[in-house]
């Protein structure tokens, strides 16, 4: 007898271990964990415009308000796990710093990370020549000299007479991944090789879509295009490979005025993090009093619990951090020991407060995770309470 109740107790065990992995989360939400003033940093007219995650290190660069050439930065912050073992507030950068002469007058900057190197585009949205450009660094800040032109991708070097955003293509059925290059008043992907800086054939015309403020693409090589108060996707066309696009479909729309600093983000969580979970799409709108990150969720999985950021969200110390000042938002995505975190930078440009983060306003930098909310336990609750209820009737 004894025997038989050991079998049927390693037979509940296995069903609810089976069931544990096969419902193991119920569902997910965001949680805010840290807050950081970086007003110490970026002061002035001078602001925070995009941030970057290479699996260890966060970095950040600038962009500046003022017209005329001003100077703009690619900072590293430091890497997350001191920053997560930190209190929120006022943040001194730990790593490198490098600076460069752009065109100011709003114009934009964007960062993003592939394999160990950072592209860093600058003066965005400037068609004077010797200030705008996108870079390619290596983790310790060098100017990797051997890509495009010394280091550099100038409007000449790329035939164009402005750029607006960078990201990095996937690519279309293992057709390699290439720097995206995205112009205002264009839909044209322009494609560089991400090892020498060359074009490598443009993908588009977007059918159906009228410019372009930013680019996110999904895993799969899908574009998610930021246009004039529009976030639409357009799939990959198969038939043309890696160079052509299907007509985009609206996801969200809104009425905005003709402004820089506008960002579209895919964050894969269920390609990359946990299948079965939807992934997102985050933006935002240059509206007035709009000061939030939007949440689009894409529909191939269980959605996530939250629709918007709006900073306000308690942090893990147990204060509320004030809310975002404004619109200039930007945000980015990582992993980390096993978890997914969503950085968010909102850009100052004024005076602003040095110190705090539950009041005033300061450039800031956001960390978020992505958490599974667990259901394993009750799975397996369920598997004990069945074992108890047999042995019972059993005596």
């Known amino acids: 007898m004894r025997r038989m109740e050991m079998m049927r107790l390693s037979a509940v065990l296995a069903l609810g271990v089976i069931t544990a992995q096969t419902v193991l989360f119920a569902n997910y939400t965001i949680i805010h964990r840290r807050t950081f003033n970086l007003n110490g940093t970026f002061t002035g007219a001078e602001a925070i415009g995009d941030v970057a995650f290479d699996g260890n290190n966060l970095y950040v660069s600038s962009w500046h308000n ?12 430091g890497d997350i796990n001191t920053l997560l073992s930190a209190n929120s507030g006022a943040l001194s950068p730990s790593g490198w710093t490098v600076t460069v002469s752009a065109a100011g007058g709003s114009r934009d900057t964007r960062l993003v990370y592939h394999d160990n190197h950072l592209y860093w585009g600058y003066g965005l949205g400037d068609g004077t020549a010797a200030n705008t450009g996108i870079r390619k660094y290596d983790l310790n800040g060098n100017l990797v000299t051997g890509w495009a032109a010394g280091g550099t ?4 070097g790329a035939g164009v007479n402005r750029y607006d955003t960078i990201d990095i293509d996937p690519g279309y059925s293992g057709s390699g991944e290439t720097l995206a290059v995205g112009v205002f008043g264009s839909t044209i992907v322009r494609r560089f090789d991400l090892n020498t800086g060359a074009n490598a054939g443009n993908a588009g015309p977007v059918g159906g879509a009228t410019s372009t403020r930013d680019y996110a693409f999904a895993p799969n090589g899908d574009l998610y295009i930021r246009t004039q108060g529009v976030v639409a996707v357009a799939t990959r066309a198969a038939a043309s490979g890696a160079t052509a696009f299907n007509t985009p479909t609206n996801i969200a729309t809104w009425t905005e005025g003709a402004l820089a600093q506008a960002f579209v983000a895919y964050i894969p969580v269920n390609e990359v993090f946990f299948s079965g979970f939807s992934s997102l799409v985050l933006y935002n709108q240059r509206v007035s009093g709009q000061n939030k990150v939007f949440i689009y969720n894409v529909g191939n999985g269980t959605f996530v619990g939250v629709n918007e950021l709006n900073g306000s969200e308690q942090v893990d110390d147990g204060n509320n951090p004030v809310g975002f000042p404004n619109t200039f938002l930007n945000a980015s995505w990582g992993l980390w020991n096993g978890r997914m ?8 440009t004024g005076a602003g407060v040095n110190e705090g983060y539950t009041s005033g306003s300061f450039d800031r930098l956001d960390i978020y995770e992505v958490v599974p909310e667990p259901a394993s336990m009750l799975a397996l609750g369920s598997g004990l309470v069945s074992l108890l209820a047999l042995r019972r009737r059993r005596k």
């Open 66 to 77: 003022n017209s005329g050439v001003q100077t703009v930065r690619l900072v590293q912050v």
């Open 341 to 348: 975190f969503i950085f968010v930078v909102n850009g100052f």
């Open 153 to 156: 991708l100038t409007l000449s």
